[in-house]
């Protein structure tokens, strides 16, 4: 059966590079999912979860802005900011949590708003990778 290659970059590193089954990943417009043939395709990134299939296991890795490209077999993840399931620091993301709601409840401005529900979003989606990864039991 033919497979996916899946590359993950973020301006300061390679994240994963792995053959795989299946690629799901949180679009701009909604999620989106990648089987092998896809037809050539390109999305701007949201906050959220990508997970990938690999040998039948799911693997969680969380992505924040940057774009996505399908072409021939091969899904490129340009992110922003990535982070395998396995590298998220839980407590981190926790107090970034705490610290987005405090400010989300002082934020006077729309942009200020803005940022604190996005940083919200961040944090939640990091605590909610890493429990999928924990649940697959690949994390
Ligand atoms: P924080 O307020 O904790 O820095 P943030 O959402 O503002 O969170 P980002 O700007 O998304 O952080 O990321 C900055 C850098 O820190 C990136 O390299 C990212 O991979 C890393 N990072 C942020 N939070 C975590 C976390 N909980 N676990 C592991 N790496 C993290």
């Known amino acids: 059966m033919a497979t996916l290659k899946l590359d993950i970059v973020t301006p300061d590193r390679k994240v994963l590079s792995e053959d ?18 896809h037809v050539p395709f390109l999305s701007a990134l949201g906050i959220g979860n990508l997970h990938y299939k690999q040998n039948g296991k799911a693997f969680y890795v969380f992505v924040s802005g940057g ?6 077999n091969q899904v490129t993840i340009l992110a922003e900011v990535a ?9 981190r993301a926790m107090k970034a949590k705490e610290r987005a709601e405090q400010r989300n ?17 961040r944090a939640i989606s ?13 994390c």
């Open 20 to 37: 795989v089954e299946y690629v799901g990943a949180p679009g701009i417009m909604g999620e989106f999912g990648v089987l092998p043939n």
């Open 105 to 121: 409840q002082a934020a006077k401005e729309k942009v200020e708003a803005a940022r604190n529900q996005a940083a919200l979003k």
């Open 126 to 138: 990091r605590i909610s990778c890493k429990s999928n990864g924990q649940n697959a039991g690949t």
């Open 67 to 72: 774009f996505a490209e399908v072409s021939n």
């Open 83 to 91: 982070e395998k399931a396995t590298e998220i620091d839980v407590e």
